[in-house]
């Protein structure tokens, strides 16, 4: 996944703290055409946070978010839904409307930002849904029938309506056993291939990092070191050491080597 040097996503000088407590101090990250960027850290270290501040859940102290080569905080509303329109979002627990069904949570930013007669709207749900590899008897089904699997599958089929270039990841293996896990990645991956996205991953999942991440960004002492994959593992950075090499890591490899 060799990056094309176009700039899809940068983040400058990102300063968030709450009361006394720093989270981000200058931050910066720029991630490229169709990278799969794994953003790793510590608890309590603001991935989160830091999501929530590109994504403008959260508003920084100082900095700035640029998507596509434009500043945010410099868009007009019609021109921020512009942006908003280009990416996709999947949240740690799913976030699905209970009340609505799989291909009603589909079809709805469908129905906000196109305008699509009815039958349209369920054909190209229904797409979307049979492209995350859901049965088509999912799509009747309201959230709370569906399992840990089949929750994330239906956050990503309602990320991908509209057909973004840009995917905003957080968490998406979590909860899941090995199994489920290693579906998902083979999904992100067979998605990242065909439809050659640009992702950007939140994540503690080092076989996902492993799996499908070419660059990753690890937030250490409220900044951020970037560098592909291959590279990060070998950064002196004590916490960095220990999450690449550390106990947790060993396992993995002898697990793979058994």
């Known amino acids: 996944m060799p990056q094309s040097g176009r700039v899809i996503l940068e983040v400058r000088g990102l300063v968030n703290h709450f009361g006394a407590q720093v989270v ?4 910066d990250m720029q991630v490229y055409a169709e990278d799969v960027f794994g953003i790793v850290g510590g608890s309590g270290a603001g991935k989160s946070v830091l999501l929530r501040s590109i994504l403008g859940l959260e508003h920084p102290q100082s900095g700035t978010v640029s998507i596509g080569g434009r500043d945010l905080a410099r868009l007009n509303y019609a021109q921020l839904r512009t942006v908003k329109a280009d990416y996709g979002v999947t949240f740690q627990a799913g976030a699905l409307y209970s009340a609505l ?40 089904k309201y959230p709370a029938q569906l399992s840990g699997g089949m929750v994330k599958r239906a956050a990503l089929a ?10 905003f990841l957080d968490e998406p293996t979590s909860g899941l056993d090995p199994i489920g896990a290693a579906a998902f990645d083979d999904l992100l991956h067979e998605l990242h291939r065909q439809l050659r996205l640009t992702v950007v991953m939140i994540t503690h999942d080092l076989d996902s990092i492993f799996r499908n991440c070419n ?15 291959a590279r990060i593992v070998d ?11 550390g106990e947790r890591a060993r396992a993995r490899e002898e697990g793979y080597g058994a």
Do not use: C, S
Not at 235 to 245: S, T, V
């Open 24 to 27: 981000h101090d200058g931050l």
């Open 101 to 140: 069904t799989v291909l009603q949570n589909v079809q709805f930013p469908m129905i906000e930002h196109l305008q699509l007669p009815a039958q349209a709207l369920d054909e190209l749900a229904m797409l979307k849904i049979r492209l995350v590899g859901l049965p088509a008897d999912a799509a009747a």
């Open 158 to 167: 309602r990320a991908l309506a509209l057909d973004p270039q840009l995917l």
């Open 235 to 245: 950064h002196p950075n004590p916490w960095i050491q220990a999450y690449f090499h």
């Open 215 to 229: 660059r990753v960004g690890v937030i250490v002492d409220r900044r951020m070191e970037v560098d592909t994959l």
